[in-house]
């Protein structure tokens, strides 16, 4: 590939990818711990809305070309004139050069499809809206029944054991999954479960939901709709999927592997029945490597 022979103009505005938080680990301790960053960037093409992603931040200007690009939205590089972030409005703005824009816009924007990838869809704002009128009651929890639904839902990933690159989502019980099922992205899983529960008149207010993947604001607002009180994940969270967890009340719970967990909002509603008798040191953690994981 050749460079471009008329390079577009980029800013260079990066957010830092990981943010400090409390939380409370298996012994009922108060420890610090960090968040992946996430938040919504919405790509403008010569001012015409494309898309918003959910991003880390860390590199806005080369995520906004590679979807560009990806989606085959502009051919050449060359058209684009300049690609400018800006985080107070939570915009990044594509010019073209001579304003040429999108080749066919009407017709590909009524050809999108909504891909299973992580963070790459398009969350409209009345759904946002909407999320601020839920506020769950609180559900109370047992470490021990904690630690056996751990057990039980670590045996339900079959697609996953098999292949590989998949996730799974589960409606559960204090201590059983009652409903599994694995797609190839957590969101997809998550949405088939709420419309089981909506065909069937299933109640979400005594139940746990559980996914392999991370608990963002994308998962936080699934589950907030089916009226499930309380969030588990092996994986971790993302700092505005705890942001929204704490405004509504949701427990949330994570890197959950064995006997290992971290209460990230509600440990009060814990009762810690099953304080491990040895310390022992928690499954490695990989660090910003979470973000590939869901």
């Keep these: 590939m050749t460079e471009p022979s008329r390079r577009p103009t980029l800013t260079d505005h990066g957010l830092d990818p990981a943010h400090a938080t409390p939380a409370v680990n298996e012994f009922g301790e108060s420890v610090d711990v960090h968040v992946p960053g996430e938040v919504p960037l919405t790509i403008r093409v010569d001012g015409m809305e494309v898309v918003t992603l959910m991003t880390l931040g860390t590199q806005p200007e080369a995520l ?3 979807y560009i690009r990806n989606q085959k939205l502009i051919e050449e590089i060359d058209a684009i004139e300049s690609v400018s972030v800006d985080w107070d409005n939570e915009v990044v703005d594509v010019v073209t050069r001579e304003k040429a824009g999108i080749a066919d816009w009407q017709d590909k924007m009524k050809r999108r499809i909504v891909t299973s990838g992580c963070g790459q869809g398009t969350i409209f704002s009345c759904t946002v809206d909407k999320l601020y009128e839920v506020q769950l009651q609180a559900l109370p ?11 039980n839902v670590s045996r339900l990933n079959d697609v996953y054991r098999v292949s590989g690159a998949v996730h799974g989502c589960g409606l559960c019980t204090a201590t059983t999954s009652i409903m599994h099922i694995e797609d190839v992205g957590r969101h997809n899983a998550a949405d088939a479960i709420a419309g089981r529960m909506w065909l069937e008149g299933i109640d979400g207010s005594d139940k746990i939901f559980y996914t392999t993947g991370r608990l963002t604001s994308e998962i ?4 907030a709709f089916m009226g499930i009180p309380v969030l588990l994940s092996r994986s971790g969270v993302t700092e505005m999927g705890l942001d929204l967890a704490r405004e509504i009340g949701m427990t949330m719970i994570a890197r959950a592997k064995g006997r290992h967990f971290l209460i990230y909002n509600g440990a009060e509603h814990m009762t810690f029945d099953a304080i491990p008798p040895e310390r022992s040191a928690p499954p490695p953690t990989k660090g910003m490597r979470d973000l590939a994981t869901g």
């Excluded at 929890?141 to 057990?151: F, G, N, P």
């Excluded at 936080?220 to 589950?223: F, G, L, P, S």
């Design 141 to 151: 929890l047992q470490q021990s029944a904690i630690y056996e639904l751990i057990r």
């Design 220 to 223: 936080v607002m699934k589950t």
């Design 64 to 66: 906004t070309l590679g």
